[in-house]
């Protein structure tokens, strides 16, 4: 028993959870987010899946992690290095100690130590030899022996109450953080309301696991974590893709037309298309289609009937879509292609995140094909520029192509939910708005954007195809001057879209010595890296980019006033010398990590503080 037993207030914390991909890690992750949100915690999570499928049960390949920072304070990344680990098997130690700060308390399942379980992680001799128990806290509890003897009455196969153990080690963790167990008894209770022996065993476990730890108090400190001071109204937890499918759903309701999402299942895109196919009372139609170029084909089949559009996929995906791409290009009908990007190139590591996709995003496809680009920034975020994708797309009458990634689509964070009538109208241009005869290439003087003219309507019979179009009447015309002009014309329209976005807003002063600059899903880290050095007086800035192209019309006063500018991002630089060929006058910087995870706040800070440091010399 530890006789030196305190409890402590805090901030915030960094947990992970990790284990076999049969431990329940991932769910273990989710109810300890779903408990510390329901206290009012502000919170980012990171579920780490393996990349490889049915890896080796015990192997380093094979393991699966779930990290979460809470706070009383604005969370805006799962935290850099865990201040507590859950390891399930040696293999979790070995994968997570170094991402584990020193001092960390480790709870490991003390009856996965053994030999077998050493060579199935590639192991020749026990990793807590050494001087590992000096630097962390270890805590040995045998979870799998005290699961079977709290569930010993309980009338389940052996297997079925080991995969009990989950629920101790979270019951654990729940006291050592006073956390309780009110919120994860109940979804127990009504995620298997139709087996009862099985909510029994689950929820004896968990407080098993409680009381253990309270009765021997394994842990030197526990801790408590107060409510995080956040804005009134009603919130849920949420993933990028959850929200997503909620902002397609919403910008139907805005908009007036019926969803269509034509897909093809992809890592880590597909839980949007599971998730949109659960609203099927909003009138939203779901395709799984055969392949991805059937899913874009049969969503720009539905935008030209009139339905609102979608068809989301990841960056394999994406390179089979850019024909189609084209074609909506050519013909200017509404569509939102919505690329989750994922660690490349080919299959790459299907589970890992990077944001690697931007300039096929930007330039590939064949002619001159120009379309709007614009990325989320958090998972929550995902429901407003999806929302903004469809907008931008059916207002301009264009395809959209909107990018998340992978740690957006599968993070989660508190969302507060807005009320419908806040969000603005989405409104369609019809062959009505013009005066005169219909034609369907008859553009807007001020947006250049042509009418959406759903076939069947009296007397606006018109063609459509990817042949090249007469300026106005849609007929097919091969001119080299036609064919010039409509060019223009296209890029124009696209050009204009920046009239109607939000000016690029910066987070510090306008003339400071560093001005760093991000976009899409690495905002979190890097917000709460600059947010730091800003608290310590540092002269830092940040400009954070959703809008792609276009850019927003005031980019180029934003990017004056600075002494030095530093593009961060996980990729080799695309966004960088995207700017770079617009802005040829600035020196940009660059940060660049492709290592399938997000950025750490502690290495944006060791890129900041020398540049910051030059420019005082």
Request: proline share 6%; glycine share 8%; net charge negative.
């Amino acid at each position: 028993m530890n006789t030196q037993h305190n409890n402590k207030t805090i901030e915030k914390v960094t947990i992970k959870f990790a284990g076999d991909s049969g431990d329940g890690m991932q769910l273990t992750g989710s109810l300890f987010s779903d408990e510390s949100a329901f206290l009012g915690n502000d919170l980012a999570t990171f579920p780490d899946y393996p990349a490889e499928i049915r890896a080796p049960a015990g192997s380093v390949a094979g393991v699966s992690g779930f990290q979460v920072q809470i706070g009383s304070i604005e969370i805006l990344s799962p935290g850099d290095m865990a201040d507590a680990l859950v390891a399930m098997n040696p293999a979790a130690l070995v994968a997570n100690l170094k991402q584990t700060r020193k001092g960390a308390c480790i709870i490991i399942d003390f009856d996965a130590w053994n030999e077998t379980e050493f060579k199935k992680a590639g192991l020749d001799h026990d990793p807590l030899e050494g001087d590992i128990a000096a630097t962390y806290q270890i805590v040995k509890a045998p979870i799998t022996t005290l699961t079977r003897t709290a569930l010993k009455n309980i009338d389940l196969e052996l297997k079925n109450k080991d995969r009990c153990k989950n629920m101790f080690a979270l019951g654990m963790v729940f006291w050592m953080y006073g956390r309780p167990l009110i919120q994860t008894e109940k979804y127990i209770k009504t995620k298997f309301a139709s087996k009862p022996i099985i909510v029994e065993a689950n929820i004896t476990a968990l407080t098993a696991g409680y009381n253990h730890a309270h009765t021997i108090e394994v842990f030197a400190s526990t801790y408590k974590i107060p409510s995080a001071p956040i804005k009134k109204g009603v919130y849920r937890q949420i993933s990028g893709n959850q929200a997503t499918a909620l902002g397609i759903i919403a910008a139907s309701v805005k908009s007036g037309r019926n969803v269509f999402l034509g897909s093809y299942p992809i890592t880590p895109a597909s839980d949007i298309l599971h998730e949109l196919s659960k609203y099927k009372e909003f009138t939203v139609k779901t395709f799984q289609a055969e392949d991805e170029i059937a899913g874009v084909c049969a969503a720009i089949g539905a935008s030209f009937a009139g339905d609102l559009a979608f068809s989301t996929t990841s960056g394999p995906g994406l390179s089979l879509k850019t024909e189609a791409l084209s074609l909506a290009v050519m013909t200017e009908l509404p569509l939102v292609v919505i690329d989750v990007q994922r660690s490349g190139p080919s299959t790459g590591m299907p589970t890992k995140t990077e944001q690697s996709d931007l300039a096929m995003a930007l330039f590939g496809r064949h002619g001159e094909s120009p379309l709007p680009v614009i990325a989320a920034s958090t998972p929550s975020d995902c429901f407003c520029h999806t929302f903004l994708a469809a907008k931008i797309a059916v207002e301009h009458m264009t395809p959209v192509i909107l990018l998340t990634d992978a740690y957006l689509a599968n993070g989660t964070e508190p969302w507060l939910i807005p009320d419908i009538s806040d969000l603005p109208n989405i409104n369609v241009s019809t062959p009505d708005d013009h005066e005169g005869p219909y034609l369907p290439y008859r553009r807007d003087e001020k947006t250049l954007v042509r009418p959406w003219c759903i076939p069947g309507t009296p007397h606006k019979a018109h063609r459509i195809g990817g042949l090249e179009k007469q300026d106005q009447t849609g007929h097919v015309d091969y001119e080299p001057e036609n064919h010039e002009l409509m060019c223009h014309l296209r890029a124009a329209k696209i050009a204009r879209i920046a009239d109607s976005l939000p000016e690029q807003e910066i987070y510090g002063k306008t003339e400071q010595d560093l001005l760093v600059i991000s976009w899409g899903g690495a905002f979190g880290p890097v917000m709460t890296a600059v947010k730091k050095l800003q608290a310590e007086g540092k002269s830092i800035s940040l400009a954070h980019f959703n809008c792609i192209n276009p850019l927003p019309k005031n980019t180029a006063t934003v990017l004056t006033g600075f002494k030095k500018y530093i593009v961060c991002e996980q990729n080799l630089g695309q966004f960088r010398d995207y700017l770079a060929s617009r802005f040829h006058h600035i020196d940009f910087l660059r940060f660049n990590r492709v290592a399938g995870q997000p950025f750490m706040v502690s290495e944006l800070r060791e890129v900041f503080v020398p540049l910051l440091e030059e420019c005082q010399k």
